[in-house]
């Protein structure tokens, strides 16, 4: 038993002996003979990497400045035939590689800010085959640009990309690719998820792009995420708050015209609410030159409110068609005179429902009961057309 015991521990030790000289044998040979400046077939053809990105957030999406920001692990395979060696297992580097071989010049060309994770050490790793394929791996927090197209905001779908290449090396120096599984998602459920957002697929493509004065070539690899903003609580802190203020303003129709100071506090407290609705609501996304979808709504709002201020003032100006003018009849005096006024008869203005009593009834302006039924009837018909319409263009 005790002679097993020692075998099995002589073994071991031979075996950590061989792989710490091999691990002697590759760093010597990687600071002797080897220069990381110079790529794994710098005289040959071009080297083939490929290249993985592990999703571990997605977002936010910054409507104001037209960015999004992603959280990666950026992964990459290549071989370096002069990383090959004679041990029998993998070797693991903790730290950046850069500082000890040579890894691809890749870079997020359309990121304003990139942040490499540091936790204790730096997040990233190598992973070094004895027949020299080379993995690294590390975590990129990336914020990039996204041009967006606000027209049908807020039912519109953005495509927002992430795009990486070579910055010395050109298509015929160094051939990026994606890896077999171009995508995945590092997250806790698998999934994704953005704030305001709902995720609707990525896709990949790699393109080769003419840069600088010379026409020279590189290779680019985009990854393109498709997202379909969630409305449903902007309808609920834009959309019915304007549209409950429209309505509001109906109730004008039903107050006497002679109520001026009523009528006129409604319909101008409703029209300061909307207009600041809608500045709050630009304040929210970029300045652009077009209108947006809910741009158009508040405006159409705003008209809405405006013509029941207008409604207001025919009424103030224009005599209702049903009111009787005063009557006054002329007879003579006693003595024929025709300068002499006798009695004046005048037939007091009754109004049609006047009852018998003498008590009259409050009744509505003509032009107000013609808006009873024009202006709530012009409205839903601008809701239902504004919702076919950015309906059909937001699918």
Not at 20 to 48: C, E, F, S
Request: net charge neutral; charged share 15%.
């Amino acid at each position: 038993m005790t002679l097993n015991r020692v075998l099995i521990i002589a073994t071991v030790f031979v075996m950590i002996t061989l792989n710490l000289h091999a691990m002697g044998d590759l760093l010597k040979n990687i600071t002797i003979n080897y220069d990381r400046r110079l790529r794994p077939n710098a005289t040959g053809a071009a080297d083939v990497v490929l290249i993985q990105i592990g999703i571990v957030s997605l977002g936010p999406l910054d409507a104001k400045s037209f960015t999004f920001e992603v959280d990666v692990y950026l992964r990459h395979w290549w071989n370096d035939a002069r990383l090959r060696h004679t041990g029998g297992s993998s070797y693991n580097y903790n730290g950046n590689p850069s500082d000890v071989i040579w890894v691809p010049d890749t870079y997020f060309e359309n990121s304003k800010k990139i942040q490499l994770h540091n936790v204790m050490t730096e997040n990233s790793r190598a992973v070094i085959t004895p027949n020299g394929d080379v993995f690294v791996s590390m975590r990129v927090t990336a914020k990039s640009s996204c041009p967006m197209n606000l027209r049908l905001y807020p039912f519109d779908t953005q495509e927002c990309q992430l795009v990486l290449g070579s910055y010395s090396f050109t298509g015929s120096e160094l051939d990026l690719n994606w890896a077999p599984i171009p995508i995945t998602f590092d997250t806790v459920d698998g999934q994704v998820q953005v704030s305001s957002f709902d995720y609707k697929g990525v896709e990949t493509k790699k393109v080769i792009v003419t840069m600088g004065s010379q026409a020279e070539k590189f290779i680019v690899l985009k990854c393109i995420f498709k997202l379909q903003r969630s409305f449903k609580s902007i309808i609920s802190r834009i959309y019915v708050p304007s549209s409950f203020l429209v309505v509001l303003t109906w109730a004008t129709f039903y107050i006497p015209s002679t109520s001026i100071p009523a009528r006129i506090t409604l319909i101008v407290t409703n029209f300061l609410a909307t207009v600041f609705i809608t500045q709050s609501t630009s304040s929210n996304i970029a300045d652009v030159e077009y209108t947006t979808a809910v741009g158009l709504y508040l405006l159409a709002n705003v008209v809405f409110i405006t013509l029941t201020l207008l409604i207001l003032l025919l009424v103030l100006n224009l005599p209702d068609k049903d009111i009787k003018l005063f009557k006054i009849t002329w007879r003579k005096g006693e003595k024929g005179s025709a300068n002499e006024v006798g009695d004046t008869e005048m037939e007091q203005l009754r109004m049609p429902n006047e009852k018998q009593s003498g008590k009259t009834e409050m009744r509505s302006h003509y032009i107000d009961n013609y808006a009873k039924i024009i202006i709530p009837v012009s409205y839903v018909l601008f809701i239902m057309i504004y919702i076919v319409y950015f309906g059909v263009a937001s699918s």
